[in-house]
């Protein structure tokens, strides 16, 4: 089984940036795809970047294109997040998860964390 733990969340001001990561343990990262997705209250979850290991590839929600960027350092099993010029309505809990290469289903979630951006 997979353990996933995301940091970086906080409270950032409209305008701002914050990194989020995702520690991968108990199996090797290159047998994953990761994602990162959030969920607001009372809004629906929401995929908003994939990252591939090998070969390296990314994908990128249309809703955060431009803003959002995620990337990976296999040697630390660790993928990332980075959003800039966040607006309030990105606040939400940030999670991130993991599904075997080539299945369908993301089987394994972080506990996610917090991003609230606010003036």
């Known amino acids: 089984q997979v353990k996933l733990v995301e940091s970086g969340g906080g409270l950032v001001q409209p305008g701002g940036s914050l990194r989020l990561s995702c520690s991968l343990s108990g199996r090797a990262a290159s047998l994953y795809t990761m994602g990162w997705f959030r969920q607001a209250p009372g809004k629906e979850r929401e995929l908003l970047a994939a990252y591939y290991w090998s070969p390296s590839a990314t994908h990128v929600a249309d809703s955060v294109k431009g803003r959002f960027t995620t990337s990976g350092d296999i040697a630390r099993s660790k993928v990332f997040l980075q959003m800039n010029n966040l607006v309030p309505e990105d606040t939400a809990r940030y999670y991130c998860?993991?599904?075997?290469?080539?299945?369908?289903?993301?089987?394994?979630w972080g506990q996610g964390t917090q991003v609230t951006v606010s003036s």
């Open positions: 998860a993991a599904k075997f290469r080539g299945t369908q289903d993301w089987n394994s």
